[in-house]
């Protein structure tokens, strides 16, 4: 078996699904704009002594940043079909809850990049919304340009949707949050489409299904998780690609002194290395940064006490390999590893981590780089007074966690591989990835 621990750097095969997933992603939004000039950004980018990289700089899908510039932010304008429309409908409509009260902009919050607007670190739902959820809702942003999941020629497993990779796609997303008890719940596909055909919007539901579309509830429900899909693939409010960052790219902004010193830092290998995973360079075809790889990674991240499964010391959520999925339950050198999420918008979209452990940017980054060097700062103390570092785990899969990559690879004692200045760096520019900026 691979060590998903050690893999950046390899190569691998994109798969045809990634193309066709971002091709229609693309065309759908009508994305393009003319070739400008880059040479002031060229030479900002030379003299910071930048080098972005993708995964390990060698799977062939990035050039540096500054080295292309086909894309023009603002120009994602494309009019969104009427079954985006519909699904845009369906997305905000909190009468298809149990309790009337719940959709699913509750957890997925437009002013929040699409994220979740709980500070307690997962959100609570159910039919009286006191039923606490398990994981923290991710942005929503730029998922559509997600890849169905796969294992890499090296083994690396890549892709999917939801942080565990299991559903196929968006309208595959869409299904657990209708029918899950601490969500929508609803008791049944079948319900959720009792209460379709009852909406304010029916007539548009049979306009684009057909008279008898509520007729067969599966396939009814499938038509709204399908409308729901090309809401989020086609409306340019999911990937409007206007950050301050894609306006630099752009060569129609500039970065303050502190936001290019942490873009340096960012994509240092032996510094912050974050463009390992989140990588900050153009596409080959001048395509925008993703900020993800879309692989999977074992952070060790700390138990979330607040939340309430946690208050059982024999559960845990293991990622890839379960509780809730479990095809991958046998891969046991998978447990405790989740998707790399994309940093687009990030600073709207705390709490940070599957487990919403963390409020700040701050926190974040400072619990990256002094992990290892000072672990009981994250970490709690057993009744022998030592630290339980990856305390969020079970003993015999504490080993998976990335211990080897910059800015892991240290031992109490040691150096952070950022000072709290460069911490400061990193997040200010962290905070130009928020799309919204007007040049």
């Known amino acids: 078996m691979s060590d998903p621990r050690g893999r950046r750097g390899r190569g691998r095969a994109v798969p045809l699904g ?82 009337g009260r719940m959709s699913c902009a509750t957890c997925h919050d437009p002013s929040r990049a699409f994220a979740q607007p709980s500070a307690s670190g997962v959100s609570s739902g159910g039919a009286g919304l006191d039923q606490p959820g398990l994981r923290n809702a991710p942005s929503l942003m730029y998922t559509a340009r997600t890849p169905q999941f796969f294992f890499a020629d090296d083994g690396t497993p890549t892709g999917g949707f939801d942080r565990d990779g299991r559903a196929l796609d968006l309208a595959d997303q869409a299904v657990r949050p209708f029918i899950t008890s601490f969500e929508m719940a609803n008791t049944s596909p079948a319900e959720v489409v009792d209460k379709l055909s009852r909406a304010t919007y029916a007539d548009d539901f049979r306009a684009q299904f057909g008279q008898q579309s509520f007729t067969d509830p599966d396939q009814a429900f499938l038509d709204a998780r399908v409308a729901i899909e090309a809401y989020e693939t086609e409306s340019p409010e999911f990937q409007p690609f206007t950050s301050q960052y894609d306006y630099f790219l752009a060569g129609r902004a500039t970065l303050s002194a502190a936001q290019m010193r942490g873009l340096a830092l960012y994509n240092n290998p032996q510094k912050g290395n974050c463009s390992a995973c989140h990588p900050s360079a153009r596409g080959s075809g001048g395509e925008p940064p993703m900020f993800t790889d879309f692989t999977y990674d074992n952070l060790g991240v700390p138990r979330n006490t607040a939340i309430a499964a946690n208050d059982d010391p024999t559960y845990f959520d293991l990622g890839l390999c379960g509780p809730f999925r479990t095809d991958l339950a046998a891969r046991t050198d998978l447990c405790g590893a989740f998707k790399v999420p994309t940093l687009r918008n990030i600073a709207l979209s705390a709490p940070y981590f599957h487990n919403g452990r963390f409020q700040t940017l701050t926190q974040v980054v400072g619990f990256y780089v002094r992990r290892d060097t000072n672990p009981e700062e994250w970490y709690p103390l057993g009744a022998d007074g030592l630290v339980q570092k990856f305390d969020d785990l079970p003993a015999q899969y504490r080993g998976n966690v990335n211990t080897e990559e910059v800015p892991y690879n240290r031992q109490p004692g040691d150096q952070p591989a950022l000072s709290p200045a460069e911490i400061d760096d990193v997040v200010a520019f962290l905070q130009t990835l928020t799309d919204g900026y007007q040049p």
């Open 18 to 99: 990634w193309a066709f997933n971002s091709l229609r992603a693309w065309s759908r939004l009508g994305l393009g704009g003319s070739r400008g000039s880059l040479s002031l950004r060229a030479v900002a980018l030379a003299a910071a002594g930048l080098a972005a990289t993708g995964c390990g700089g060698t799977s062939g899908s990035s050039t540096p940043a500054g080295q292309q510039g086909s894309f023009d932010p603002g120009s994602v304008t494309a009019e969104p079909t009427a079954l985006a429309a519909l699904g845009e409908k369906i997305f905000h409509d909190e009468s298809l809850s149990a309790g």
